[in-house]
């Protein structure tokens, strides 16, 4: 049970941060189908180990614990993938016009079509690069 409200909140989470940067609300799925994803694989691998070194299948406990660490590996994925999402498009600092396309990431130096004025990206910040605001 504790399991599901935290795959829940991680959802939420996931899925506002995507929004923040443009981005689709579904990019929280992500969160449990790598949890999922990687519970199992987790589970299984350290069922394949212990039956390799002789201990047996029968250490339900640690087969478990394998695929709860599993889990929280799929989270934290999940959760880097959608910390690393570029925005969507951004703002011009100097006539707030939206600035389509994806962009190249953090530290990447553009010129605004409309205006002319050149803006630099870093950090998830937009700002001129003649230090204006």
């Given at each position: 049970m504790?399991?599901?409200v935290i795959l829940l909140s991680l959802y939420q989470t996931l899925s506002g941060q995507a929004e923040a940067k443009g981005r689709?609300?579904?990019f929280g799925c992500l969160a449990p189908i790598l949890w999922l994803t990687c519970e199992v694989l987790g589970a299984?691998?350290?069922t394949v180990a212990l039956v390799l070194t002789g201990h047996g299948?029968?250490?339900?406990?640690v087969i478990y614990g394998g695929g709860i660490a599993g889990g929280v590996v799929g989270g934290i994925l999940a959760w880097i993938m959608v910390q690393r999402l570029p925005p969507a498009a951004v703002t011009c600092p100097s006539c707030d016009a939206t600035i389509g396309g994806l962009l190249s990431g953090d530290g990447?130096?553009?010129?605004c079509e409309s205006c002319g004025a050149d803006f630099e990206t870093?950090?998830?910040?937009?700002?001129?690069?003649d230090g204006g605001a």
């Open positions: 504790l399991e599901l689709s609300p579904y299984v691998a350290v299948a029968e250490n339900h406990l990447g130096a553009s010129r870093r950090g998830g910040e937009v700002s001129r690069r």
